[in-house]
Nanobody, 126 residues
Framework: EVHLSESGGGSVQAGGSLTVSCKVS????????LGWFRRPDPRSLREGVA?????????TYVDSAKGRFTLSRDSAKRTLTLQMNNLVPDDTGIYYC??????????????????WGQGIQVTVSS
């Protein structure tokens, strides 16, 4: 059974830091792509934030996250963690952990991900 469960998040002022973590079931942890997406508001589409290819450790970040966010994967704990620093109000949204069943070069296309966590709120105030 594939299961992803997010934790962390919360509220912070601009310039602050937050961490979101995802506990991943054993089956999901072996997927070719694992990553974080966010939905800024209910009317928006989900957008990719950071994705890792566990086979080679390659991490891809959305441009707005480069230099501020760090994605890490802990094999022993089966967790996927996104450390977010120097947050800005545009980082606000519901953050989702996701796993793709098949590898794709289009890593930020959310429809290519088959399994999702329930989401967790991140709020950054100005």
């Amino acid at each position: 059974e594939v299961h992803l469960s997010e934790s962390g998040g919360g509220s912070v002022q601009a310039g602050g830091s937050l961490t979101v973590s995802c506990k991943v079931s054993e089956w999901a942890f072996s997927r070719p792509l694992l990553g974080w997406f966010r939905r800024p508001d209910p009317r928006s589409l989900r957008e990719g934030v950071a994705v890792i290819d566990p086979r080679n450790g390659q991490i891809t970040y959305v441009d707005s996250a480069k230099g501020r966010f760090t994605l890490s994967r802990d094999s022993a704990k089966r967790t996927l963690t996104l450390q977010m620093n120097n947050l800005v109000p545009d980082d606000t949204g519901i953050y989702y952990c996701a796993a793709a069943r098949y590898y794709t070069a289009y890593k930020f296309d959310d429809y290519r991900y088959t399994d999702w966590g329930q989401g967790i709120q991140v709020t950054v105030s100005s």
